[in-house]
């Protein structure tokens, strides 16, 4: 299952009509990016929940290499209480992978499924080593490999180590017993510290240390997410789009998507994104900057650390 319901209230001026799991990282939607990792895993068919936008979800995953299940939500039922709404799809019998909506990750996912099955816990959730753990908050975890402590909600003692959760479980389908009766909730206060304090057992899954995990919970994350693909996925080579219009100068790593324009006299790279059809007019610089699709960059107009959307920019204070 995907969680796609959010409000998207992070993700503000960005979201206003689409949903962050449809917003592209190098003209790729963050949740078509997603449903492929999940499918090179073995994956076969998926559930996606919605709220806000869902038309661009839609959209996104007209062409899914997986078949979706879609569930609307009328109101967001949060963390679990989607999960349990989808409990009719994802069944009684057999674990099953939950994964938030709003990033791109590597992540072997067979391997943690095979982890999560041997461990018989009621959940396993996915850790990375992070110097973000400060920001988000980290799980510890005991010599067994069991969750002991989330963030400041619960200690159990006898940590061992911790880290960060990246939005990725697998949950045994007797966790449904243990939610509570109601269609809104969140996961973590509601299901997973209770079920702690009752001495049931949590495990985790350590990301490799090479995979990459870009959350897009915000602009910012966003902006990241785009820059880090590019280097990851396209190093210092300069991309661009065959049917691009590029008269300005260029200075790679950039990626120029299809029918964007550069106009003479405009200057974009190093470190920039130019989404499908983004237009930048005579005289603008752009560095560590992403244009979203469609977007325009005013004529002499200064972007570093910045988003471009339409005719209007969000500035990394």
């Given at each position: 299952?995907?969680?796609?319901a959010?409000?998207?209230?992070?993700?503000?001026p960005?979201?206003r009509?689409?949903?962050?799991?449809?917003?592209?990282?190098?003209?790729v939607?963050?949740?078509?990016?997603?449903?492929?990792?999940?499918?090179r895993?073995?994956?076969?068919?998926?559930?996606?929940?919605?709220h806000?936008?869902?038309?661009?979800?839609?959209?996104?995953?007209r062409?899914?290499?997986?078949p979706?299940?879609?569930?609307?939500e009328?109101?967001?039922?949060?963390?679990g209480?989607?999960?349990?709404?989808?409990?009719?799809?994802?069944g009684?019998?057999?674990?099953f992978?939950?994964?938030n909506?709003?990033?791109?990750l590597?992540l072997?996912?067979?391997?943690?499924?095979?982890?999560?099955r041997?461990?018989?816990?009621?959940?396993?959730l996915?850790?990375?080593?992070?110097?973000?753990?400060?920001?988000?908050?980290s799980?510890?975890y005991?010599?067994?490999?069991?969750?002991?402590?989330?963030t400041d909600?619960?200690?159990?003692?006898?940590?061992?180590?911790?880290?960060?959760?990246?939005?990725?479980?697998?949950?045994s389908?007797?966790?449904?017993a243990?939610?509570p009766?109601?269609?809104?909730?969140?996961?973590?206060?509601?299901?997973?510290?209770?079920?702690?304090?009752?001495g049931?057992p949590v495990s985790?899954?350590?990301?490799?240390?090479s995979?990459?995990?870009?959350p897009?919970?915000?602009?910012?994350?966003?902006?990241?997410?785009?820059?880090?693909?590019?280097?990851?996925?396209?190093?210092?080579?300069p991309?661009?789009?065959?049917?691009a219009?590029?008269?300005g100068?260029?200075?790679?790593?950039?990626?120029?998507?299809?029918?964007?324009?550069?106009?003479?006299?405009a200057?974009?790279?190093?470190?920039?994104?130019?989404s499908?059809?983004?237009?930048?007019r005579?005289?603008?610089?752009?560095?560590?900057?992403?244009?979203?699709?469609?977007?325009?960059?005013?004529?002499?107009?200064s972007?570093?650390?910045?988003?471009?959307?339409?005719?209007?920019?969000?500035?990394d204070?």
């Amino acid at each position: 299952m995907i969680l796609a319901a959010g409000l998207g209230t992070r993700m503000s001026p960005l979201a206003r009509a689409v949903a962050k799991p449809a917003l592209p990282v190098l003209d790729v939607p963050v949740i078509t990016r997603l449903t492929r990792a999940l499918r090179r895993a073995g994956v076969e068919r998926a559930i996606v929940n919605t709220h806000a936008h869902p038309e661009s979800l839609h959209a996104a995953l007209r062409e899914s290499p997986l078949p979706i299940d879609w569930l609307a939500e009328p109101a967001p039922r949060g963390s679990g209480g989607g999960i349990l709404g989808a409990r009719p799809l994802l069944g009684e019998r057999e674990p099953f992978l939950v994964v938030n909506g709003d990033m791109c990750l590597e992540l072997d996912f067979a391997a943690m499924l095979a982890q999560h099955r041997a461990s018989g816990a009621l959940a396993t959730l996915a850790l990375r080593g992070d110097s973000r753990e400060r920001e988000f908050g980290s799980i510890g975890y005991d010599r067994d490999g069991h969750v002991c402590r989330i963030t400041d909600r619960i200690d159990l003692g006898s940590e061992k180590a911790s880290g960060l959760f990246i939005g990725v479980q697998v949950m045994s389908p007797e966790i449904f017993a243990r939610m509570p009766a109601r269609e809104a909730f969140e996961i973590i206060p509601e299901v997973y510290v209770p079920a702690l304090r009752d001495g049931l057992p949590v495990s985790v899954f350590h990301q490799a240390k090479s995979q990459s995990w870009w959350p897009v919970g915000t602009p910012a994350e966003l902006l990241d997410a785009n820059l880090c693909a590019l280097a990851h996925e396209h190093g210092d080579t300069p991309v661009e789009a065959p049917d691009a219009r590029v008269a300005g100068e260029i200075t790679g790593p950039v990626w120029i998507g299809a029918g964007a324009q550069v106009e003479v006299g405009a200057e974009v790279g190093p470190h920039a994104v130019l989404s499908a059809g983004a237009v930048i007019r005579s005289g603008a610089r752009l560095t560590r900057a992403l244009a979203l699709p469609g977007a325009e960059v005013a004529p002499g107009q200064s972007l570093e650390r910045a988003v471009a959307f339409g005719r209007e920019v969000w500035r990394d204070a």
